[in-house]
């Protein structure tokens, strides 16, 4: 029988932060407990310190200046997916929260939480990598900033130190000429995790051509698979389906997806590419919303 483990609650980040290190790798955080609960009772998650962060102030903001919209760690999803500052400044990602889980899921869960879950399907990190967010970081010693990309390593796997805290999320606003989509498909209910979600964003230019584009897929990789190089080369083609599905095979060849009961690895790869078009093709129409494949 696993040994009982001490809870601690403090009130302030700096007790927290204290806290974490004192006892290291033996504490976990754990704030809306959503994914630490199920773990927790498989036994696949061990800890001899249980730190709860719902006694902390200051971290459920959704604000956002003329740069950036910034998600405090401790924000309830929902609460995200319905301010007003999220659905002005960043509309796919506030219609691609509504599809995570079920309300009661997003009435508990954190912003935070989701991010250093490292969930290889979870629908959040596929928009906040595709708009290049930024994870704030602090420790007792101070503070640093990693780009979503470089926070996430591998299957349920940060580069969080286990001293360090997420303190929230900073997301660059796009500009105007920006259209974007989130493609969400299920294998199974519609409250199941993913199996193959596409965020794909494009920028027209004023002739017409494409300015910009992103593309960032869970489910079909460790984390969020992004390719740059192969975005850089769409900038200057016409939108066409024939540049679209170019790029979508990109992507299917370098993905290297896992197995799981929501899709074998060659179902996933075989799904990715039309998705990733059709995630396109919505994104070039400005649709900038979330939907279920």
């Not at 698979?225 to 066409?240: A, M, N, W």
């Amino acid at each position: 029988m696993r040994a009982p483990a001490a809870m601690h609650r403090p009130e302030t980040l700096e007790e927290l932060l204290a806290i974490l290190r004192e006892h290291g790798d033996s504490a976990k955080i754990v704030a809306g407990g959503t994914a630490f609960t199920i773990l927790w009772k498989a036994g696949l998650l061990q800890a001899e310190h249980i730190v709860s962060a719902t006694g902390l102030h200051g971290l459920t903001d959704v604000r956002a200046d003329d740069e950036a919209l910034t998600v405090g760690a401790l924000a309830r999803v929902r609460d995200v997916e319905r301010a007003e500052a999220t659905r002005r400044n960043s509309p796919v990602l506030a219609s691609a929260l509504r599809l995570v889980a079920n309300v009661r899921v997003r009435n508990v869960a954190t912003m935070g939480g989701n991010v250093a879950e490292a969930d290889y399907t979870s629908d959040p990190p596929a928009v906040l990598s595709a708009l290049d967010a930024v994870v704030t970081i602090r420790d007792k010693d101070g503070g640093r900033d990693l780009p979503l990309r470089e926070f996430l390593v591998d299957y349920f796997e940060t580069a969080l130190r286990p001293d360090e805290f997420v303190t929230g999320v900073r997301i660059p606003i796009l500009a105007a000429d920006w259209g974007g989509t989130y493609l969400k498909l299920l294998s199974r209910s519609a409250e199941d995790r993913t199996c193959i979600g596409v965020a794909a964003f494009l920028q027209h230019a004023t002739d017409g051509t494409c300015a910009g584009v992103r593309v960032a897929v869970v489910g079909g990789n460790p984390v969020p698979l992004r390719l740059p190089e192969v975005e850089r080369q769409f900038v200057g083609q016409e939108p066409s389906m024939e540049a679209f599905a170019a790029l979508a095979a990109e992507y299917a060849a370098a993905a290297d997806p896992v197995a799981d009961n929501r899709g074998t690895a060659s179902y996933r790869r075989r799904v990715m590419a039309p998705l990733i078009v059709r995630a396109l093709r919505r994104a070039a129409r400005g649709t900038n919303d979330a939907v279920f494949a």
